[in-house]
């Protein structure tokens, strides 16, 4: 199946990913129709602040 992942089917996952509830793919911002450019402001700040709240993976403490 090609999804075109449209951005009113793709809501938030876990560990700041984007799924698309069609074809429960993750989906990144080059992934999702119409273009992320063309989403408008508010819509590009949500995705971006869900994807900033994602843990980082520890690192180990300098030697």
């Known amino acids: 199946m090609n999804c075109p992942h449209h951005i009113q089917w ?14 429960f793919e993750a989906v990144a911002k080059k992934d999702v129709t119409p273009k992320f ?4 402001a508010e819509l590009q700040k949500r995705w971006d602040a869900h994807e900033a709240r994602a843990p980082r993976p520890a690192t180990p403490p300098p030697a």
Do not use: P
């Open 37 to 40: 450019e063309e989403l408008g």
């Open 10 to 23: 793709v809501t938030e996952a876990e560990n700041g990913l984007h799924q698309c509830l069609q074809c």
